[in-house]
């Protein structure tokens, strides 16, 4: 069918000939015949990572040599040496185009010669091979002098540190692109940034060839009028295996829960097990001592912490009616743990999740919730503690009206501010119609006033993770939900919570949406061991980066993911045609030959 409609394209083609001269009829985008060729590896680690793949693309109809440039690490944050002795290799052809003979698994160190057949006959030969080449790149992803986080600008390549006052010298923190360096170090040398004119630093890539240079001084970028910049979005880091020696090295399964202080990540594991890590690379960097502080409280499951809006720590133990829960607070990755609170449980099982807005040294507020399958079939509340003066209040039980019942199940609940009658947004799984909806509370009368209803795939994910803030004057509420259930869709979202309005419909069709991750199923699990999840919505201490991070811990499998957003406003810049812009004629099929 389609070479009748191609034949008769050409008919037509031919009789608006007689109307118009020759020179309208020449193709505008000539025919390569091989456009491209691209190897993986064929033993080993990563035969499987579709993320390994290598291309050398055509530039001309006349290319004989194609060099697939293969990294020199792999994966690139790594220092695991590659071979291309042993590679998968494959070719993108025209429509009627092959190679002879067949393509499959070559040593690249070696010329391999094809002869490259088209449709009107003709042949010519090509020569395919590999190098290994070091990386080229050579950016300062993060920069940060005591408490003053750096703002990296890759367009303008300056950095600036936002200060309203001369900067105390110091030691400065970086992270560059892999395997790169830095000259001079400001890590082991002291530099002033108060200089108008800036600090001048050049990163070299692993190459030893590239180089980019960078200002650093201080200084104040300018944001855009409200909320993130459109097309900011950046992935962090991405990690399957978290808990494997050569990550994180974490060994708990009870209750995966995180929290941000100054330039960390934290992570614990529901027990005693409570990890820090570089909040932009994911990379390890230490251990918090917690001095025999225990969240599981005996037999009960795991606890969870939270960070406030001013980089403190705040921890909950998990206790079922009856038992006392305590609550701790930490200042920083070096101090230990100190208890603030211990309360009778009088509620439900409670410490799946714990959530503050505020500052837990002046005014906040803390919301405790239930922790999977131990609470009543017809629980709909959660805990509320109110700080004042830094001084934690007693904790009260909260019902939520017409906002269906928790069933047994997970759920989170937190606060836009600190005003307990503004908006809270909750989410839970559970059997009922409004399990994995996503609902925004009235916080006057604890009555939600709109529901975003899960998605068409999204019934057998355990949707209950939320967490929310303003960032550059905007209301944003993510969600996430965790790997719980067998084949369950895990996907993060995140929501404009600028209109109330906006908030109807499914996830994937809400006027609210702003940004949703690929679903990722890890097919069968086993039910009966522990899973937990949670997101993680917080901003830099400048408020010029927005920082998405969610996590999952389930049987034998666990991952983290962040991805980051900015305000900054961009220069303006000229409108310029894409390379083919414009250019007509019909793109042909293109096939894959191995």
């Not at 109809?61 to 590659?82: G, K, T």
């Not at 025209?94 to 070696?110: E, M």
């Not at 917690?290 to 409280?297: D, E, H, K, P, R």
């Not at 906040?364 to 079939?377: F, L, Q, R």
Request: proline share 4%; aromatic share 10%.
């Amino acid at each position: 069918m389609k070479n009748n409609i191609k034949l008769l394209a050409s008919a037509l083609l031919l009789t608006l000939a007689g109307c118009h001269s020759p020179e309208e009829l020449t193709p505008s985008v000539e025919s390569l015949g091989l456009n491209s060729v691209s190897a993986q590896f064929a033993t080993g680690d990563y035969k499987n990572d579709a993320l390994a793949t290598f291309t050398a693309s055509a530039t001309s109809a006349d290319q004989e040599r194609f060099v697939i440039e293969i990294p020199y690490y792999y994966p690139e944050s790594s220092e695991n040496l590659v071979e291309m002795t042993q590679m998968r290799v494959s070719a993108n052809l025209d429509d009627n185009c092959f190679l002879t003979p067949k393509l499959g698994t070559l040593d690249l160190t070696q010329e391999h010669w094809f002869t490259l057949t088209r449709g009107d006959g003709s042949k010519r030969q090509i020569c395919i091979t590999g190098v290994i080449k070091k990386s080229n790149k050579c950016n300062i992803e993060a920069f940060s002098v005591g408490d003053l986080s750096g703002v990296v600008d890759q367009t303008t390549r300056e950095i600036s540190l936002i200060s309203a006052t001369d900067i105390e010298p110091a030691l400065a923190e970086y992270t560059l692109s892999y395997h790169a360096t830095i000259s001079p170090d400001p890590a082991v040398e002291m530099l002033d940034y108060n200089d108008p004119n800036g600090v001048q630093l050049t990163v070299t890539a692993f190459d030893g060839e590239t180089t980019k240079t960078y200002t650093v001084k201080k200084n104040v970028p300018e944001k855009i009028a409200l909320g993130i910049r459109d097309g900011s979005q950046k992935n962090l880091f991405f990690k399957e295996g978290f808990m494997d020696d050569n990550y994180w090295g974490m060994t708990g399964k009870l209750n995966y829960t995180m929290g941000v202080m100054g330039n960390y990540l934290l992570i614990c594991s529901g027990a005693d097990e409570l990890v820090y890590v570089n909040k932009l690379t994911g990379q390890k960097v230490g251990n918090v001592d917690m001095n025999g502080v225990n969240l599981q409280n005996g037999t009960n499951g795991g606890g969870a912490i939270c960070s406030d809006d001013a980089g403190h720590l705040v921890m909950c133990t998990n206790a079922t009616v009856g038992l006392n829960m305590h609550f701790y607070t930490l200042d920083s990755v070096e101090s230990t743990p100190q208890e603030v609170l211990t309360w009778k449980n009088t509620a439900a099982r409670m410490g799946q999740h714990i959530s503050v807005r505020g500052d837990i040294t002046d005014k906040a507020v803390v919301t405790i919730n239930s922790w999977a399958w131990a609470s009543p079939a017809t629980w709909h509340s959660f805990i509320r503690i109110l700080v004042e003066g830094g001084v934690w209040g007693e904790p009260e039980v909260v019902p939520i009206t017409d906002g269906g019942a928790w069933n047994g199940s997970n759920s989170d609940v937190e606060y836009l501010t600190t005003d307990i009658t503004g908006t809270y947004f909750k989410i839970y799984y559970a059997g009922t119609g409004l399990g994995n909806a996503l609902q925004w509370v009235d916080g006057t009368t604890n009555t939600p006033v709109a529901t975003i209803q899960q998605g068409q795939w999204d019934a057998n994910t355990n949707f209950s993770n939320v967490s929310c803030l303003y960032f550059n004057g905007n209301p944003y509420v993510a969600i996430y939900g965790g790997a719980h259930f067998s084949y369950s869709n895990t996907r993060a979202l995140l929501f404009n919570a600028a209109n109330r309005g906006d908030f109807t419909g499914t996830y994937d069709e809400s006027p609210a949406i702003y940004y949703g991750s690929t679903g990722k199923s890890f097919g069968s699990v086993t039910e009966t061991l522990a899973a937990s999840s949670d997101v993680l919505l917080t901003q830099s201490p400048d408020g010029y980066f927005l920082y998405l991070y969610w996590i999952t811990n389930r049987d034998n499998f666990s991952f983290v993911r962040a991805e980051q957003f900015d305000c900054i406003k961009q220069p303006d810049k000229p409108a310029t045609p894409e390379p083919g812009e414009g250019e007509g004629g019909e793109e042909g099929e293109e096939g894959e030959e191995e």
